[in-house]
């Protein structure tokens, strides 16, 4: 499963992205908004820190304008995943970029039939906001599985890109689910390396090698 980064938080993507297991990054208006900086600056430093896929979000919400935007951010960096919301307008611009080879990743995604819409349209990712699902009460991780079961049915090559992402349990049950992708806040991922029983463990076994008085080098 790629995991991403939901940041527009470029010295912590770059400090975690060194650690080499970042294999892309999704931003979207609220995470722009956040960083305080031009949309095309960020997403410019962004795309030159990782290799993989840049989610840049439109602001437009009717096709001629969401194109016009994709085209415009698309051509910033050739990892420019253009991000488009989960609209018949959206789904229209999608079509287009499809034939004009340009990545799209379909956002806000609520529900299975949208997904299988947007995998109609071409998208080359569907993100599917699992959190927030579960703040309105449903089941976000049903809906991955869901999703999944769609797409292998009817052989859709559209990634799962499992967004919106609250917990490093939500990561492991989207993997189970078979997600393709899971965009993480910074703070999942980090925790991601953790448990109590290995940093315990570590303790000891420092402990017992140092009464060795070896080294190895
Ligand atoms: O950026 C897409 C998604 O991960 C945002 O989800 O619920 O954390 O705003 P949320």
Not at 146 to 153: A, F, L, P, Q, V
Not at 168 to 191: N, Q, R, W
């Given at each position: 499963m790629q995991l991403f980064l939901d940041t527009t938080d470029t010295a912590e993507l770059k400090a975690l992205a060194a650690g080499g297991l970042v294999d892309g990054v999704t931003t979207n208006p609220t995470l722009i908004a956040k960083s305080g900086r031009p949309m095309l600056e960020v997403i410019a430093e962004i795309c030159a820190i990782v290799e993989g896929p840049v989610s840049a979000e439109v602001a437009a919400v009717q096709t001629e304008a969401m194109l016009a935007e994709g085209r415009r951010l698309a051509a910033v960096a050739s990892n420019v995943v253009v991000k488009v919301p989960l609209t018949s307008e959206g789904l229209a611009a999608v079509q287009v970029f499809a034939q004009e080879g340009i990545a799209t990743n379909v956002t806000l995604c609520f529900s299975a039939v949208q997904a299988l819409m947007a995998a109609k349209a071409g998208a080359t990712y569907i993100s599917p906001f699992i959190g927030r699902l579960d703040d309105y009460g449903s089941d976000g991780v049903s809906l991955i599985h869901?999703?999944?079961?769609?797409?292998?049915?009817?052989?859709?090559?559209?990634?799962?890109?499992?967004?919106?992402?609250?917990?490093?349990?939500?990561?492991?049950?989207?993997?189970?689910?078979?997600?393709?992708?899971?965009?993480?806040?910074?703070?999942?991922?980090?925790?991601?390396?953790?448990?109590?029983?290995?940093?315990?463990?570590?303790?000891?076994?420092m402990s017992d090698w140092a009464k060795t008085g070896q080294s190895i080098l």
């Open positions: 869901d999703i999944r079961t769609i797409y292998d049915n009817y052989g859709f090559d559209t990634e799962i890109l499992s967004a919106s992402i609250r917990t490093v349990e939500h990561v492991k049950a989207v993997a189970i689910a078979g997600s393709d992708c899971a965009t993480l806040p910074p703070a999942v991922f980090k925790a991601l390396f953790k448990h109590p029983l290995t940093e315990k463990g570590l303790e000891q076994f």
